[in-house]
């Protein structure tokens, strides 16, 4: 009886034991999936935390072993750099000696040595260390109120609102930068970079990060297109070369400059554009180099025997294709859609006019068989409404996306046209040749200016006029030698 209940109470405490392992093991998997689960959290929570931070781009090196310093934005898991430029306040009527000694070696942007950074990033209190540490220290401050104020956080939001903040409606430089950026957030990209480019020669020529109005005059504006007229010998890569800037460059540069003008409307600052019979700076226009093809040379490269389903096939394709649909250029070409397509006409507005009311134009189009079969050849299939009629630019692209995508598209035509044409021995084209050719080609067929103007989707016939090319050299030499009877015929 002992020995039974012995046995029983033995068999009893194994089962209770087994029980309890069980139980402990159970409960420590419970706890490692929720230390998962809080680990996953935490990570999750991480990478859509928003974190800044002052650094050094050691990835850039600048002269005299300095590195640009840059403030770094990280948001669920990407990081953007931007730059961070001095501009300090003066004390009085000029900089301080420790102002001075950082604006010396300002190149583009701040820049300094290991050295310096880890002594700023210390805190050091010796100058001119101090001077810096306050600024950078105003600067991540800064980002840390506007990480705060964009909600939800997206990149664009973030430089849209730290940007625009320590601007001087007396700077010129401010005020352009503003500008400039405001185009990027409204999408029109092209516009913005104009103004960056601006920018920047203006930056270059002044040697100055702060210009006020008030310095824009007549001799200054003459000073700086001379300036930029000069040939200057520039690093590219590893070549040197000489750079030539044009007149139309210089145009649209000061075309900015006056926006901006106008936009402010500086207080007692005369305004200095104008005719140069009222003593104002007159902006210069350049040279539009009428380049245009006849119709023989169109009919040889839509002849040009591509090769199927190549890159230069569908580029020749899409030349021809901004040729024949009233010479739109290529952005207006890749931004079209099959919505765009009703019976058997493209109707467009031009994207160059679509941001202003007053100046938009629409373009109607008939679809000939060639255009048909450019679109069926290369066309998205199914060819829903909503869908882009060319494969380059694709539903939910950012603006940025979409101009660096219109961009290679471009360079990508122009390379592969060079190749056609010295296929086909006829002068080398690009995209901009096919605007100018459908012109020139409708004029040369006795079509009027009206109904060209009409079908370019001008405002003006003036503006008509400039695509106009002249005649061929042929046609030219024909009516010069009717002014006079050839010597050799007279007896």
Known sequence: MYVMFTVHTDIFIFILYYFFVAFCIQCMYICIQYLKLKIKDMERKQRKEVTTAIMLEKRM?????????????????????????????????????????????????????????????????????????????????????????????????????YFSKPKDKDDLFSV???????????????????????????????????????????????????????????????????????????????????????????????????????????IPKGK?????????????????????????????????????CNGINIKDVVRLKYANIAGDKITLIRAKTAESVEEQTTIDIIITRQIGRIIDRHGNKPGTKDQYIFDILHNGMTPQDEYRAIQQAVQTINKNMINVCNAIEIEKVTTYTARHSFATVLKRSGA??????????????????NYLAGFEDEEKRKWAEKLLPDPDSVK
Not at 117 to 124: A, E, I
Not at 129 to 157: C, D, N, S
Not at 302 to 322: C, H, M, P
């Open 61 to 161: 090196p600048r002269k005299g072993g300095n590195y640009p310093v840059k403030l770094r934005v990280t948001f669920d898991r990407k990081q953007k750099f931007y730059t961070i430029r001095y501009v300090p306040e003066k004390i009085g009527d000029d900089f301080t000696e420790n102002q001075k000694y950082w604006l010396r070696k300002k190149d583009k942007s701040i820049s300094m040595s290991e050295h310096e950074f880890k002594k700023v990033m210390k805190g050091n209190s010796m100058e001119p260390y101090k001077t810096m540490t306050i600024y950078l220290q105003t600067q991540e401050e800064q980002a840390q109120t506007t990480k705060e104020k964009v909600k939800p956080f997206t990149f664009e939001g973030f430089e849209a609102e």
């Open 288 to 324: 539009n180099t009428k380049k245009a093809l006849t119709q023989a040379d169109v009919a040889k490269i839509a002849g040009y025997n591509a090769i199927q389903g190549t890159v230069e096939e569908k580029s020749r394709d899409l030349w021809l294709f901004s040729y024949l």
């Open 448 to 465: 009027s200016v009206e109904f060209i103007s009409e079908s370019l989707g001008h405002k003006n016939k003036q503006t008509t006029q």
């Open 176 to 282: 352009m930068d503003t500008t400039g950026k405001e185009m990027r957030e409204a999408g029109r990209i092209s516009t913005a970079v104009t103004f960056e480019c601006a920018l920047k020669s203006l930056k270059d020529f002044t040697a100055k990060e702060i210009f006020s109005f008030a310095n824009v005059n007549v001799k200054w504006l003459k000073d700086y297109e001379k300036w930029m007229l000069e040939p200057r010998i520039v690093n590219i890569g590893k070549k040197v070369k000489t750079k030539n800037n044009s007149r139309t460059t210089v145009g649209i540069y000061l075309r900015n400059v006056r926006t901006v003008f106008n936009r402010v409307k500086p207080v007692g600052v005369l305004y200095p554009f104008g005719k140069p019979k009222s003593g104002l700076y007159a």
